[in-house]
């Protein structure tokens, strides 16, 4: 009962006494009220005097009160727009029948479903009617509506949005309501008195709606319920939004400019609509509003008036208006964390500003892009944006713009961690901020410079320049600002391991992130919430925090679309810290099986969400149970890494029969483990597939792979499998997906390879999932595509490869099939073929490069033809098979004998590239390279694999692992020649 009782007097709604003449007493919980204040008993519930009910009642005020003249106004008051004094409050509901209540004169209402539009309820209102109950189509949890009256004359009021709770919530408050009334009826209380603590519960979780249902639904309450329906209730004021700062209410107006904004839509909303000027003048006004609830962060409010704007706009074909309010949607949406809309407006806005010729709008557009692009954590897109951005303001001499677009490029510095080249960018910004008396950029360029300084160690200057940001913020009532203000102190206390004040800031910005509704706001405070009571060693509390971080960061992925998968990948950068440090916290709290579901949680997380998509399934992280069917199911031994800020290491082994087990190992701090798996790859990685196999540092490299066995594998070596057919999958981490587990060497020099049958995954949810892709083509006919030596295309200057050919030729023969070589192998030809193919079969050069610039890295070099540049990158293999609405490729086996085709630019997500491409294209089992392969040594692997695969009828993972000992045995004992290619994914 611990979280119902702990009452929250200033958020209380002040109407729960009105359930009688006096302040109710309630048996054994509530004592009669003989005074006028308000008074706490047993820190259970409140009573209030009627006298406090009407006082604060009176500081409730409607948002949507507009005062038209003095006998005629209408207000809109629940649900949706009801708020305290302190300017809290919500727009959602939890009762499936909401009350709607209003003030003013209406003969009729209408609820509608927020995007669809779809018609919901309607009514007819009689008159001195002030409120109503729900009676249309069932609503939906989680979904968004909004009611308007319809006045007399027809005329529509502004609509007002709420939402059906969520279902988890929902059946959250459904079992506290149900644990509270059964406590009160066991201490006998009557009627009233549940229907009070009901009441106050209700405002206690700030659902003032629900809240006033229960008002509403005694008839005793005539004379209050009365006084809330008078005009006094309404007067058109936005509510008291001080701050303890001395910034008034009337100043907050002012500088939003909501006034002003109210006057101009009313004058031209009640002018002649047959009139183009004023319906011009009606969508600026509209878009004024829009962007003076923008400014008091009242994101939906604001995008409601845009949207109407727009829809005015583009009725009278101003095309001009049409582009600033696309352009106010996409600054609404980023406000919002949903990137992916904000993009699209910037993007159809930037097109008309082109085709005007309006450089200025253009330059606003650009710099737009570049703030929602480095929100993806897609850097170098933002860069060139606000790069193009800046050199038009400098062009125009629009000096505002210029600074905008110098803290734009200052903030992908950072993300950089080039915090040197972002202060001069900051300073920049700053100078001309301060020139110019524009105190919001001011406030920004100097939380952007104590950014910066924080990233340098240099604490107390960060704090300093962070103090000068939030006074201007709060000066100008700039909540956001001052949320990540706040924040930001907290980051410069916990780095000089001032943990109770880092938190106490902490808390202040995610109390304001929550009251706007800044939902990453929200999720980076929770983070930092987290990560300083882990700090401070205080695990229990911590742990909490960082699982709303996490929740929250995977509610933004989820708005952007299916098929922007390369963005889920690249914004998982900027969100993966809370996964890192909540495994941390769980391990601290002897929690290893809970700290395995996050790191699994944390991991091709993308990836796994498209494959599920794709059979139209709804994703869900795995459980424990669900892990250890798939490791029966492979029947192999599963090992899953993860790497924990360069110092720890955490392992966990999960055999077959599903026993968890769990070890940490403390990182060499004389060299970084990334450093550690460089070195080693660059011994292996001298020379390319050219004709002649390289030579290897053998005294260096073997010293590097006995140090890598020495932390990756002895320390769980006796968990592992005894017998050398049975299988381990590594599930490996960051830069562990480089490593060559089979060439890592035991103290008695013997490779890993000859002791262990070695396959990888991305994860182990990945693995039910080629699961998956193999049952559905093992039964699919179909033939075998081999490419050898194609000719090279011009533009990368690369070598024939004779191996290659000569291989192409032989495994053809294996698989009873033709080659595509030299001139023959296009990538149409290739292309054309690969979806009747059940096995594919690529002997070529590989490439890490980006060719197509997408920030998908990886191709394939094939021949060129009129119809293409040869370059079969792994975002075109991605668009044509991966994708939701795409074909899957039904090959049981694709071999890209290749350079560094297991490779790519290694992310949160997992390795980006050929690999992952392949296995969204429904891919089952893939045999790729970790490092430039030697020409004639691949052929000689090759060809042994494919004769342990089709005539000795080994699994894929055997077949491999029996060639690379037939190579170590027979002469090429040197693990550049073998060792460089893996299995991913399934052995059968």
Sequence with gaps: MSKLTAAKSTFLIVIVSILSLSALPLQAAIRPQVNSSLTEVNQKHIAFSRRDVWDRLRRLKGKQGLQVDNNKFLCLITPGKLRGEDEKGTIKVWGEQPLFLWQGEIKGIEVRHLRSNKLMWQQTIGPNVHHLTYQGEALEPGQDYYWWGIEPGNKRSTRVIFRLMEPEKRDRITGELAELESQLKAEKASVSEVILARVNYFADQELWSDALREVYAREDFLELSEKITTKDFCSGEIGNREQGTGNSTEEVRRNSNLDDAYRSFLYYSSADNSVTGYRQGEANSLNSLGNAYGSLAEYEQAIDFHEQSLAIFRQIGDIQGEANSLGNLGAAYYRLAEYEQAIDFHEQSLAIFRQIGDIQG?????????????????????????????????????????????????NVYDNFAEYERAIDFYEQSLAISREIGARQGEAISLGSLGNAYDGLADYERAIDFHEQSLAISREIGARQGEAISLGSLGNAYDGLADYERAIDFHEQSLAISREIGYREGEAISLGNLGAAFSNFDHFTEAEPYLYDSINIYEEIRTKLGLNNDAWKVSIFEEQVSPYIRLQQVLIAQNKPQQALLISERGRAKALVDLLLSKQSVTPQPPNLQDIQNIAQEQNATLVEYSLISNSELYIWVIPPNGEIQFRTVNLPQDISFQQLVKVSREQFGIRGRIGTNATLQTNDTTNRLQQLHQLLIAPIADLLPQKEQERIIFIPHQELFLVPFAALLDKNKTYLIEKHTILTAPSIQSLSLTRQHRERVKNLSGEALVVGNPTMPQLKNLSPLDGAETEAKQIAQILDTEPLLGAEATETAIVQKMPNAKVIHLATHGLLDDISGVGSPGAIVLAPSAQDDGFLTSSEIMEQYGLPGTTPLRAELVVLSACDTGGGEIKGEGVIGLSRSLIAAGVPSLVVSLWKVPDDATQELMVEFYTNLYERKLDKAQALRQAMLTMINEGNPDPIDWATFTVIGEAE
């Design 362 to 410: 253009e330059a606003n557009s650009l710099g737009n892009l570049g703030n929602a692009y480095r929100r993806l954590a897609e850097y170098e897109r933002a860069i060139d944006f606000h790069e193009q951005s800046l050199a038009i303001f400098r062009q125009i001499g629009d000096i505002q713009g210029e600074a905008n677009s110098l803290n734009g490029l200052g």
